[in-house]
Nanobody, 121 residues
Framework: QVQLVESGGGSVQPGGSLRLSCEASGSIFSSNYMGWYRQAPGKERELVAD???????NYADSVKGRFTIARDNARNTVYLQMNNLKPEDTAVYYCNMEVKVSMGSRYLPFWGQGTQVTVSS
């Protein structure tokens, strides 16, 4: 089985920064898609940023220029550097990875448990 564990959330003032990490563990042969999503109270979950093994980061318009997604394949980890945070960035952030558990398997999606990010003065 594959588990994704997120860390790095917390409370910060507007203009501050946070760095989220999501590490996958378990039976992992390879990973392709990695993404960060968020869900604010009363709203649907939305894509924040994603990255694959063959292309660079893709970002929601609301975070372009402020957030940066990066991956470390050797560590099966995806990061989200969040700068110039705004109150509207407040949400639970979830990571998502598509992972092969063996050479012959297909890519399967896995989700982290979520980490709270609160931006408030």
């Amino acid at each position: 089985q594959v588990q994704l564990v997120e860390s790095g959330g917390g409370s910060v003032q507007p203009g501050g920064s946070l760095r989220l990490s999501c590490e996958a563990s378990g039976s992992i042969f390879s990973s392709n898609y990695m993404g960060w999503y968020r869900q604010a109270p009363g709203k649907e979950r939305e894509l924040v940023a994603d990255i694959t093994s063959s292309r660079s980061g893709n970002y929601a318009d609301s975070v372009k220029g402020r957030f940066t997604i990066a991956r470390d394949n050797a560590r099966n980890t995806v990061y989200l550097q969040m700068n110039n945070l705004k109150p509207e960035d407040t949400a639970v952030y979830y990571c998502n990875m598509e992972v092969k558990v063996s050479m012959g398997s297909r890519y399967l999606p896995f989700w982290g448990q979520g980490t709270q990010v609160t931006v408030s003065s």
